[in-house]
Each structure stands twice: as structure tokens, then as C-alpha cells.
């Protein structure tokens, strides 16, 4: 057994808990998400804002797939755009 296998072993029982979180707050940390974008892109003046956005669409993306257990169901976790500020 590899370094990486030994080590995937271990992690399995912590992805599987966050997976958990992750589909039990998924609108939580969503809503989380959102609000630190716009305080951050308040303190930088808007300066940044397309990174934000950009940071922010990919965190609720992977949030997203973390929440949906493979069901099989094709298309499924997909990210929704932050709102415009």
C-alpha cells in the first residue's frame, strides 16, 4: 500500500463527515459565502470584484458537490453565480 492509499484511507472517514455538513448547511455556507465576498469587495472598493465573483462561484460549486452523494444523476453539482453586487 502506497503513501497516498494509506493516506486516502485515513481522510475517508473526515471527506465523508464534510460531505455530510456540506449537504445538511449547504444553504448556510452559501449564504456565508456571499456575505464575505461583498464585505470583501466592499473593502477593497470594488477593485476585485471579478476575482471575488470568480472565488466565490467556485467555492458554492465545490460546496455543491460535496452536498449531492453520486446519485448517478448526470449534471448534478453545478454552481450558481454569486448575485451581482
Same mark, same amino acid.
Given at each position: !500500500?502506497?503513501?497516498?492509499?494509506?493516506?486516502?484511507?485515513?481522510?475517508?472517514?473526515?471527506?465523508?463527515?464534510?460531505?455530510?455538513? &456540506? %449537504? %445538511?448547511?449547504?444553504?448556510?455556507?452559501?449564504?456565508?459565502?456571499?456575505? &464575505?465576498?461583498?464585505?470583501?469587495?466592499?473593502?477593497t472598493?470594488?477593485?476585485?470584484s471579478?476575482?471575488? %465573483?470568480?472565488?466565490?462561484?467556485?467555492?458554492?460549486?465545490?460546496?455543491?458537490? !460535496?452536498?449531492?452523494?453520486?446519485?448517478g444523476?448526470?449534471?448534478?453539482?453545478? &454552481?450558481?453565480?454569486?448575485?451581482?453586487?
Open positions: !500500500m502506497g503513501l497516498l492509499d494509506s493516506l486516502k484511507a485515513k481522510l475517508a472517514p473526515a471527506k465523508d463527515k464534510v460531505a455530510d455538513l &456540506a %449537504q %445538511q448547511h449547504g444553504e448556510k455556507i452559501d449564504h456565508g459565502l456571499d456575505k &464575505a465576498a461583498k464585505l470583501v469587495d466592499e473593502k472598493k470594488g477593485k476585485y471579478d476575482k471575488i %465573483q470568480s472565488g466565490t462561484g467556485k467555492a458554492k460549486g465545490a460546496i455543491d458537490r !460535496m452536498g449531492h452523494k453520486d446519485d444523476t448526470p449534471g448534478s453539482g453545478g &454552481a450558481t453565480p454569486p448575485p451581482a453586487a
